[in-house]
Protein backbone atom coordinates (compact mmCIF):
# COMPACT_ATOMS: atom_id res chain seq x y z
CA UNK A 1 0.00 0.00 0.00
CA UNK A 2 1.60 3.18 -1.08
CA UNK A 3 1.30 6.27 1.36
CA UNK A 4 1.41 8.98 -0.78
CA UNK A 5 0.03 9.10 -4.36
CA UNK A 6 0.58 11.39 -7.33
CA UNK A 7 -3.07 12.55 -8.63
CA UNK A 8 -1.59 14.70 -11.26
CA UNK A 9 1.79 14.32 -13.56
CA UNK A 10 4.28 16.65 -13.70
CA UNK A 11 4.81 19.51 -16.07
CA UNK A 12 6.74 18.27 -18.90
CA UNK A 13 9.60 20.22 -20.06
CA UNK A 14 8.99 21.59 -23.66
CA UNK A 15 12.80 22.60 -23.95
CA UNK A 16 14.56 19.97 -26.94
CA UNK A 17 18.33 20.34 -26.74
CA UNK A 18 20.29 20.52 -29.54
CA UNK A 19 22.44 17.82 -29.86
CA UNK A 20 26.60 18.09 -29.13
CA UNK A 21 29.09 17.87 -31.54
CA UNK A 22 31.02 17.04 -28.67
CA UNK A 23 31.56 12.94 -27.87
CA UNK A 24 29.49 12.13 -24.75
CA UNK A 25 31.21 12.04 -21.94
CA UNK A 26 35.04 12.91 -22.43
CA UNK A 27 34.18 16.62 -21.04
CA UNK A 28 32.79 17.26 -17.82
CA UNK A 29 31.19 20.91 -17.08
CA UNK A 30 32.13 21.67 -13.34
CA UNK A 31 28.97 22.71 -11.52
CA UNK A 32 31.87 24.85 -9.33
CA UNK A 33 33.35 27.36 -11.61
CA UNK A 34 31.12 26.12 -15.00
CA UNK A 35 34.43 25.46 -17.07
CA UNK A 36 34.81 22.41 -19.15
CA UNK A 37 36.96 19.98 -17.47
CA UNK A 38 38.99 17.00 -19.85
CA UNK A 39 37.95 13.63 -18.51
CA UNK A 40 41.03 12.16 -17.92
CA UNK A 41 42.63 15.06 -15.94
CA UNK A 42 39.70 14.84 -13.31
CA UNK A 43 40.25 11.64 -12.11
CA UNK A 44 43.75 12.24 -12.32
CA UNK A 45 43.38 14.75 -9.90
CA UNK A 46 41.18 12.25 -7.30
CA UNK A 47 37.74 14.16 -9.55
CA UNK A 48 38.09 17.95 -7.73
CA UNK A 49 38.01 20.34 -10.42
CA UNK A 50 42.09 21.50 -11.01
CA UNK A 51 40.69 25.17 -11.62
CA UNK A 52 38.27 25.47 -8.50
CA UNK A 53 38.80 22.34 -6.11
CA UNK A 54 34.82 21.70 -6.45
CA UNK A 55 34.76 18.22 -4.81
CA UNK A 56 33.09 15.84 -6.86
CA UNK A 57 31.42 13.11 -5.41
CA UNK A 58 33.10 9.88 -5.81
CA UNK A 59 31.96 6.09 -5.47
CA UNK A 60 33.10 3.87 -1.82
CA UNK A 61 35.44 2.06 -4.22
CA UNK A 62 37.16 4.60 -5.79
CA UNK A 63 37.72 6.30 -2.08
CA UNK A 64 38.92 2.73 -0.85
CA UNK A 65 41.21 2.47 -3.80
CA UNK A 66 42.34 6.30 -3.39
CA UNK A 67 43.31 5.74 0.38
CA UNK A 68 45.05 1.92 0.19
CA UNK A 69 48.56 1.94 -0.93
CA UNK A 70 49.05 0.94 -4.84
CA UNK A 71 45.00 1.11 -4.08
CA UNK A 72 44.94 -2.41 -2.79
CA UNK A 73 42.61 -3.90 -0.24
CA UNK A 74 40.97 -6.81 1.16
CA UNK A 75 37.10 -6.72 1.28
CA UNK A 76 34.99 -8.35 4.35
CA UNK A 77 31.28 -9.02 4.87
CA UNK A 78 30.82 -8.91 1.38
CA UNK A 79 27.68 -10.86 1.33
CA UNK A 80 25.42 -9.49 4.36
CA UNK A 81 22.08 -8.33 2.79
CA UNK A 82 18.70 -6.44 3.64
CA UNK A 83 15.52 -8.97 4.83
CA UNK A 84 13.25 -6.18 4.22
CA UNK A 85 11.90 -7.05 7.55
CA UNK A 86 8.79 -4.28 8.01
CA UNK A 87 7.57 -5.85 4.44
CA UNK A 88 7.58 -1.66 3.36
CA UNK A 89 5.95 -0.32 0.44
CA UNK A 90 6.62 3.85 -0.45
CA UNK A 91 6.67 4.54 -4.34
CA UNK A 92 7.72 1.08 -5.06
CA UNK A 93 8.51 -2.09 -2.89
CA UNK A 94 11.56 -1.87 -0.73
CA UNK A 95 12.08 -5.31 -1.89
CA UNK A 96 12.37 -4.15 -5.28
CA UNK A 97 13.82 -1.63 -5.02
CA UNK A 98 16.90 -3.49 -3.09
CA UNK A 99 16.87 -5.64 -6.00
CA UNK A 100 17.50 -2.93 -8.38
CA UNK A 101 19.84 -1.04 -6.99
CA UNK A 102 22.49 -4.30 -6.43
CA UNK A 103 21.66 -4.91 -9.81
CA UNK A 104 22.80 -1.24 -10.61
CA UNK A 105 25.75 -0.76 -8.23
CA UNK A 106 27.04 -4.42 -7.80
CA UNK A 107 27.08 -3.99 -4.54
CA UNK A 108 24.91 -6.04 -1.46
CA UNK A 109 24.59 -2.73 0.75
CA UNK A 110 25.57 1.03 1.19
CA UNK A 111 29.08 0.38 2.77
CA UNK A 112 32.05 -1.47 2.11
CA UNK A 113 34.42 -2.91 4.84
CA UNK A 114 38.19 -3.08 4.02
CA UNK A 115 41.79 -3.74 5.51
CA UNK A 116 44.94 -3.08 4.09
CA UNK A 117 47.44 -0.67 4.43
CA UNK A 118 47.41 3.26 4.52
CA UNK A 119 51.03 4.84 4.45
CA UNK A 120 52.15 1.22 5.75
CA UNK A 121 50.06 1.39 8.52
CA UNK A 122 47.51 -1.62 8.71
CA UNK A 123 44.08 0.11 8.66
CA UNK A 124 40.35 -0.89 9.00
CA UNK A 125 38.35 1.44 6.23
CA UNK A 126 34.46 1.46 6.04
CA UNK A 127 33.35 3.38 2.78
CA UNK A 128 29.61 4.25 2.35
CA UNK A 129 28.34 4.17 -0.74
CA UNK A 130 25.93 7.19 -2.18
CA UNK A 131 24.51 5.54 -4.49
CA UNK A 132 23.08 2.91 -2.89
CA UNK A 133 19.24 4.65 -1.80
CA UNK A 134 21.01 7.71 -0.74
CA UNK A 135 23.90 6.17 1.13
CA UNK A 136 20.88 5.19 3.92
CA UNK A 137 22.01 3.64 7.03
CA UNK A 138 19.64 0.24 7.55
CA UNK A 139 20.70 -3.10 9.43
CA UNK A 140 23.35 -4.30 7.02
CA UNK A 141 25.09 -0.82 6.95
CA UNK A 142 25.27 -0.79 10.70
CA UNK A 143 26.20 -4.21 11.29
CA UNK A 144 28.91 -4.03 8.67
CA UNK A 145 30.31 -0.69 10.37
CA UNK A 146 29.62 -2.69 13.84
CA UNK A 147 31.92 -5.53 12.47
CA UNK A 148 34.38 -3.38 11.52
CA UNK A 149 34.92 -1.48 14.41
CA UNK A 150 35.15 -5.01 16.13
CA UNK A 151 37.42 -6.39 13.81
CA UNK A 152 39.81 -3.08 14.03
CA UNK A 153 39.38 -3.60 17.91
CA UNK A 154 40.76 -7.48 17.87
CA UNK A 155 43.10 -6.52 15.52
CA UNK A 156 44.16 -4.00 17.48
CA UNK A 157 44.13 -1.23 13.96
CA UNK A 158 42.81 2.13 13.63
CA UNK A 159 39.43 2.73 12.36
CA UNK A 160 38.66 5.02 9.12
CA UNK A 161 34.77 5.41 8.49
CA UNK A 162 34.19 7.52 5.52
CA UNK A 163 30.65 9.21 5.65
CA UNK A 164 28.21 9.34 2.74
CA UNK A 165 24.61 9.36 3.30
CA UNK A 166 21.46 10.83 3.36
CA UNK A 167 20.90 9.17 7.17
CA UNK A 168 18.85 5.95 8.69
CA UNK A 169 17.07 4.20 6.07
CA UNK A 170 13.30 4.78 6.52
CA UNK A 171 11.88 1.51 4.81
CA UNK A 172 13.55 -0.31 7.69
CA UNK A 173 12.09 2.00 10.19
CA UNK A 174 12.88 1.03 14.14
CA UNK A 175 15.72 -1.51 13.30
CA UNK A 176 17.45 1.60 11.36
CA UNK A 177 17.75 3.64 14.05
CA UNK A 178 19.04 1.10 16.49
CA UNK A 179 22.02 0.87 14.41
CA UNK A 180 23.26 4.58 16.05
CA UNK A 181 23.15 2.61 18.93
CA UNK A 182 25.09 -0.06 17.92
CA UNK A 183 27.87 1.54 16.11
CA UNK A 184 28.40 3.39 19.14
CA UNK A 185 28.72 0.94 21.67
CA UNK A 186 31.06 -0.76 19.32
CA UNK A 187 32.92 2.98 19.24
CA UNK A 188 33.14 3.57 22.97
CA UNK A 189 34.79 -0.10 23.16
CA UNK A 190 37.46 0.91 20.48
CA UNK A 191 38.11 4.57 22.48
CA UNK A 192 38.53 2.04 26.17
CA UNK A 193 41.12 -0.37 23.97
CA UNK A 194 42.64 3.01 23.11
CA UNK A 195 42.63 2.71 19.33
CA UNK A 196 41.90 5.85 16.99
CA UNK A 197 38.58 6.71 15.26
CA UNK A 198 38.70 8.87 12.09
CA UNK A 199 35.88 10.22 10.59
CA UNK A 200 35.50 11.38 7.65
CA UNK A 201 32.60 12.93 6.58
CA UNK A 202 31.96 13.69 2.79
CA UNK A 203 29.12 15.89 0.76
CA UNK A 204 26.55 14.72 1.88
CA UNK A 205 26.48 13.45 5.71
CA UNK A 206 23.18 14.08 7.51
CA UNK A 207 20.23 13.12 9.66
CA UNK A 208 21.26 9.83 11.71
CA UNK A 209 24.86 9.32 10.40
CA UNK A 210 25.70 12.65 11.86
CA UNK A 211 23.90 11.91 14.77
CA UNK A 212 26.24 8.80 15.81
CA UNK A 213 29.00 8.01 14.19
CA UNK A 214 30.04 10.17 11.63
CA UNK A 215 30.61 13.00 14.57
CA UNK A 216 32.24 10.45 17.21
CA UNK A 217 35.34 10.58 15.59
CA UNK A 218 38.94 11.08 17.67
CA UNK A 219 39.55 13.27 14.44
CA UNK A 220 36.13 14.55 12.35
CA UNK A 221 37.65 15.73 8.95
CA UNK A 222 35.56 16.47 6.22
CA UNK A 223 35.78 17.72 2.29
CA UNK A 224 35.94 20.70 1.58
CA UNK A 225 31.73 22.43 1.23
CA UNK A 226 30.39 19.19 1.78
CA UNK A 227 26.73 19.58 3.29
CA UNK A 228 26.83 18.13 6.97
CA UNK A 229 23.76 18.39 9.34
CA UNK A 230 20.96 16.13 11.22
CA UNK A 231 17.67 17.76 9.63
CA UNK A 232 17.35 20.00 6.34
CA UNK A 233 17.76 24.01 6.43
CA UNK A 234 14.22 24.14 5.20
CA UNK A 235 13.15 22.05 8.92
CA UNK A 236 15.27 24.17 10.72
CA UNK A 237 14.08 27.36 9.84
CA UNK A 238 10.56 26.10 10.07
CA UNK A 239 11.33 25.04 13.85
CA UNK A 240 13.19 28.10 15.49
CA UNK A 241 11.38 30.66 12.63
CA UNK A 242 15.15 32.60 12.01
CA UNK A 243 16.70 32.62 9.10
CA UNK A 244 19.96 30.82 8.91
CA UNK A 245 23.72 32.56 8.06
CA UNK A 246 24.74 31.77 5.36
CA UNK A 247 27.01 28.57 4.46
CA UNK A 248 25.05 27.28 7.17
CA UNK A 249 26.12 23.30 7.53
CA UNK A 250 28.42 23.31 5.35
CA UNK A 251 32.11 21.91 6.03
CA UNK A 252 33.96 25.31 6.32
CA UNK A 253 31.08 27.16 8.93
CA UNK A 254 31.03 23.70 10.95
CA UNK A 255 35.01 24.06 11.61
CA UNK A 256 34.53 27.66 12.38
CA UNK A 257 32.08 26.51 15.27
CA UNK A 258 33.53 23.89 16.54
CA UNK A 259 31.85 21.21 15.51
CA UNK A 260 34.24 19.68 13.37
CA UNK A 261 38.34 19.25 13.28
CA UNK A 262 39.72 20.21 10.04
CA UNK A 263 38.38 20.60 6.69
CA UNK A 264 41.08 18.78 4.37
CA UNK A 265 41.07 18.83 0.10
CA UNK A 266 40.03 14.93 -1.20
CA UNK A 267 44.13 15.29 -2.59
CA UNK A 268 45.93 15.75 0.67
CA UNK A 269 43.06 13.40 2.45
CA UNK A 270 45.80 10.09 2.46
CA UNK A 271 49.33 12.47 3.70
CA UNK A 272 46.26 13.93 6.44
CA UNK A 273 44.90 10.89 7.78
CA UNK A 274 48.41 8.99 7.58
CA UNK A 275 49.97 11.44 9.88
CA UNK A 276 47.74 11.89 12.44
CA UNK A 277 47.40 8.28 12.86
CA UNK A 278 51.33 8.65 13.36
CA UNK A 279 50.78 11.27 15.83
CA UNK A 280 48.31 9.58 17.93
CA UNK A 281 50.55 6.25 18.14
CA UNK A 282 53.35 8.33 18.25
CA UNK A 283 55.01 6.45 15.89
CA UNK A 284 57.79 8.32 13.95
CA UNK A 285 57.19 9.27 10.25
CA UNK A 286 59.17 7.20 7.97
CA UNK A 287 61.30 9.97 6.78
CA UNK A 288 62.16 10.71 10.28
CA UNK A 289 63.51 7.39 11.81
CA UNK A 290 66.23 7.11 13.66
CA UNK A 291 69.30 6.16 11.81
CA UNK A 292 70.04 2.74 13.31
CA UNK A 293 73.31 2.59 15.41
CA UNK A 294 75.22 -0.66 16.13
CA UNK A 295 75.60 -0.81 19.73
CA UNK A 296 77.12 -4.52 19.80
CA UNK A 297 78.80 -6.25 22.60
CA UNK A 298 81.53 -3.84 24.10
CA UNK A 299 80.86 -1.27 21.41
CA UNK A 300 81.22 2.45 22.36
CA UNK A 301 78.70 5.24 22.50
CA UNK A 302 81.13 7.93 22.85
CA UNK A 303 81.45 10.01 19.93
CA UNK A 304 85.13 8.86 17.71
CA UNK A 305 87.60 11.26 18.80
ZN1 LIG B 1 35.67 23.98 -11.22
Known amino acids: MAWFKKTRK ?24 AQLIYKKDLEESLNVCPKCTHHFRIGAAERLRALFDKGEYVEHFPGLISVDPLQFTDTKPYRERLQKTIASTGLKDAVIVATGRLDTLDVVIAAMEYTFIGGSMGVVVGEKITRAIE ?11 IS ?11 LSLMQMAKVSAALARLDRARLPFISILTDPTTG ?7 MLGDLNIAEPKALIGFAGPRVIEQTIRQTLPEGF ?3 EFLVDHGMLDLVVDRRDMKATIARALRFMRTEPAPMAEPVPVAVAAGASLEPPR
Not at 10 to 33: D, F, H, N, Y
Not at 164 to 174: I, K, L, P, T
Not at 208 to 214: E, I, K, L, P
Open 10 to 33: PIASSTTEKPSRVPEGLWIKCPGC
Open 151 to 161: MAHDRRQPVIV
Open 164 to 174: CSGGARMMEGA
Open 208 to 214: GVTASFA
Open 249 to 251: QRS
